[in-house]
């Protein structure tokens, strides 16, 4: 009786030991305006310092497998599949972005920002919004999200790439071609 030699899995166990020494790439949702969420509050409210401070808990957390996105590192799983990333700026004042992890990609997606106060976060209801924001992002990730400036090889570029064209144009964003859904 002769035996089949065994099929290799599409996957082998140096592939998943592969991926999880690979940093993590970092996207934000986009606004309206075509810019991403995060990079835009920053710009805006906490200047130069904040954005450093962002980028140092950023540079922390890339080559971090999942597992050990907890304290003292600057982020939490804060529940499902929801995680925040800490930090503070220039006032003291503490930070948070919080977002989730598209494995498709490998990269965790910044969906909306707030602070922390007494231990209690804010936005009000942010869980809810949290889980909101990823159903859209994860629905139609290129088209809904932007690569955070400098965080994502995957995208082939060190800089951001907005793909908001002209109503109906077609564009290419992280390797993917697709028609812009939203009108002007």
């Known amino acids: 009786m002769r035996f089949k030699p065994k099929q290799s899995p599409a996957t082998t166990f140096m592939d998943i030991v592969e991926a999880e020494n690979m940093p993590w790439n970092f996207h934000e949702a986009l606004t309206r305006t075509g810019g991403g969420i995060i990079s835009e509050w920053i710009d805006g409210s906490h200047g130069k310092k904040g954005e450093a401070r962002l980028h140092r808990a950023l540079d922390q957390l890339r080559d971090l497998a999942v597992i050990h996105w907890h304290k003292p590192h600057p982020a939490s799983n804060i529940g499902n599949h929801t995680y925040v990333i800490r930090f503070k700026d220039v006032s003291s004042m503490q930070l948070r972005v919080f977002g989730h992890f598209y494995m498709p990609h490998r990269c965790f997606v910044m969906t909306f920002h707030g602070y922390e106060k007494d231990d209690v976060y804010y936005p009000v209801g942010y869980q809810k919004t949290a889980q909101g924001n ?22 082939g570029s060190e800089t951001p790439t907005v793909p908001v064209q002209s109503p109906g144009s077609t564009t290419t964003h992280a390797g993917y071609k697709f028609t812009t859904p939203w009108k002007n």
């Open 134 to 155: 990823k159903l859209f992002c994860d629905e139609d990730f290129t088209a809904r999200t932007t690569l955070h400036p400098k965080y994502c090889k995957n995208c």
